[in-house]
């Protein structure tokens, strides 16, 4: 089992950056497919990013590519979201997620997470 806390919680403006980070407990980090999902006001939950266990593939919605980034650090038990040129609409809760299934396809990577962190509030302001 594996908890999950995240932080970098902050208001920015649009065009702003800003880091997320998933901190996990356990000494297993490194088998978990890790990722990051979102749900903003009044909308289901959404795909946001995900990074194989050894770090070496990653995955983004449509909504992200090209400006946000997944990292992690397994010797810290860390996962990252790097956020660059923000925008109103990625305003919303960011969770971070642990995936224990192996990943077969691109798919497997947006379902099939086991671990939830409590979520960080992520705010961009016009």
């Known amino acids: 089992q594996v908890q999950l806390v995240e932080s970098g919680a902050g208001l920015v403006q649009a065009g702003g950056s800003l880091t997320l980070s998933c901190a996990a407990s356990g000494r297993t980090f490194s088998s978990y497919t890790m990722c990051w999902f979102r749900r903003a006001p009044g909308k289901e939950r959404e795909f946001v990013a995900a990074?194989?266990?050894?770090?070496?593939?990653?995955n983004y919605a449509d909504s992200v590519k090209g400006r946000f980034t997944i990292s992690r650090d397994n010797a810290k038990n860390t996962v990252y979201l790097q956020m660059n040129s923000l925008k109103p609409e990625d305003t919303a809760v960011y969770y971070c997620?642990?995936?224990?299934?192996?990943?077969?396809?691109?798919?497997?990577?947006?379902?099939?997470?086991?671990?939830w962190g409590q979520g960080t509030q992520v705010t961009v302001s016009s």
């Open positions: 990074i194989s266990r050894s770090g070496g593939s990653t």
């Open positions: 997620a642990a995936r224990a299934s192996p990943v077969y396809s691109a798919s497997d990577y947006t379902r099939g997470y086991d671990y």
